[in-house]
Structure formats: structure tokens, C-alpha cells
């Protein structure tokens, strides 16, 4: 498997800041890029995907990709304490579509 | 979005015992599902491709003899862990992708199933 890199934290942000979550992947072949949340003791859920160079923003989540630099971003802007989670980054590599890389995943807690 | 579906979530078994894990996809067709496992504080890996009517592609490391996989079909992927040990302790999830939804790679997991050998 190929390495997906991610910052394991925690990161703690007050109340309405911006929480900045990074993720770094190995392989240049890499076509598909997503972010998930992960409550403790719950199954991933799907936050963000991005499949093109640049910004995407969904409400106040916006995740970034840089192909050249091999890294993918996620934003969350106005953070609230039910934001607080693991934030776990993917990647599909390789055939069949939907295999996906995770990384270690980066623990969010949001303080009011 | 689409639906998939575990069962059991919980699960304790004695070690040297079988264990057989469920995953449903509810509203749609999966040719393909995957299976992932967890350990505590470390992130989701990989471990094979289901394949509806063909044998599963495992990923380096895991034990095709340890946790068959059957995929008999477009709804139903089995995982079941073999003589299974304390070490066997795990999360296991499964996912699924949507193929009517096109090739984006976006995937559906199941709620997960814990389990714990004894």
C-alpha cells in the first residue's frame, strides 16, 4: 500500500475559528481524493471529495488539491464543537476504482 | 445517499472459534464491495476486494485463508475470520461504491462490526 500522510494531531481550535487539516500521499497516480470524519467508535463518513487541482467548497468546508505538491487540504471555517472528530484523508490507487488509501487520520477537538 | 448495511455490529467470540460478518448493500447494486479493519487509534487498512461472482483480491499481508470473503451477490459481500485469535480483535467495515453514481470512487461504509476474541 502506498503511504497517505496526515499530521495525527490532536489540533485544538476555539469556537468559531478556521481548523486547518493537511494530508500528503505518495503515489502520483493517485486520481481521487476525499476527506471523512470519524466519530469514536463509528464508521467514516464522507465530508468532502475533490478529483481536480484547486478549491472546493461545500458550506463551511473547503478542501484544496495540489496535484504537483502531492497534497490535499481541508478547511472548516466558523468550527463548532460537534466538528470535533478524527478527520481521516483517502486516496484511490490503482484499479478497481474505490480502493482506498487512508491515512492515520488527524483528531479534531473544538473548545467552546 | 446510498445505503450499506453490517451485521451483527457486536460480536464475541471464543479464540479458535469462526466468526461470519454481513454487508448489504441496501438501494443499489454493488459489484464490487471492500472490507477494512481498524485497530484502536490507528487509521482504516485495506484489507481485500469483494467481487461478485469471482474470487476476492486480497491486499499484501492479509491471510486469504484467514478471512474468506464471498460475494455470492450484487447485494451481499460475507467476511469471515477463521480460527480466530485475540490478535483477530478488531473493527472490521466494510464499503461499497455505487456503480449507478458513475466512476468517481465515492464509497458508502457499513456501520462497522466489533470484534473481540476472547
Known amino acids: 500500500q502506498k503511504e497517505v500522510e496526515q499530521n495525527s494531531g490532536p489540533l485544538s481550535v476555539p469556537e468559531g475559528a478556521i481548523a486547518s487539516l493537511n494530508c500528503t500521499y505518495s503515489?502520483?497516480?493517485?486520481?481521487?481524493f476525499f476527506w471523512y470524519r470519524q466519530y469514536s467508535g463509528k464508521s467514516p463518513e464522507l465530508i468532502m471529495s475533490i478529483y481536480s487541482n484547486g478549491d472546493k467548497e461545500d458550506g463551511r468546508f473547503t478542501a484544496q488539491l495540489n496535484k504537483a505538491s502531492q497534497y490535499v487540504s481541508l478547511l472548516i471555517r466558523d468550527s463548532q464543537p460537534s466538528d470535533s472528530a478524527t478527520y481521516l484523508c483517502a486516496v484511490t490507487q490503482g484499479t478497481p476504482l474505490g480502493r482506498l488509501y487512508f491515512g492515520r487520520g488527524t483528531q479534531l477537538t473544538v473548545w467552546p | 445517499g446510498a445505503v450499506v448495511s453490517q451485521h451483527p455490529s457486536w460480536v464475541i467470540c471464543k479464540s479458535g472459534t469462526s466468526v461470519k460478518i454481513e454487508c448489504r448493500s441496501l438501494?443499489?447494486?454493488?459489484?464490487?464491495m471492500f472490507w477494512y479493519r481498524q485497530f484502536p487509534k490507528q487509521s482504516l487498512m485495506l484489507m481485500a476486494t469483494?467481487?461478485?461472482?469471482?474470487?476476492?483480491?486480497?491486499e499484501q499481508g492479509v491471510e486469504k485463508d484467514k478471512f474468506l470473503i464471498n460475494h455470492a451477490s450484487l447485494t451481499l459481500s460475507t467476511l469471515t475470520v477463521t480460527s480466530a485469535h485475540p490478535e483477530d480483535s478488531s473493527f472490521y467495515i466494510c464499503s461499497a461504491r455505487d456503480a449507478g453514481r458513475g466512476g468517481t470512487g465515492e464509497l458508502f461504509f457499513g456501520e462497522g462490526s466489533r470484534l473481540t476474541v476472547l
Open positions: 503515489d502520483r497516480g493517485s486520481q481521487s
Open positions: 469483494s467481487n461478485e461472482g469471482s474470487k476476492a483480491t486480497y
Open positions: 438501494d443499489f447494486q454493488a459489484t464490487t
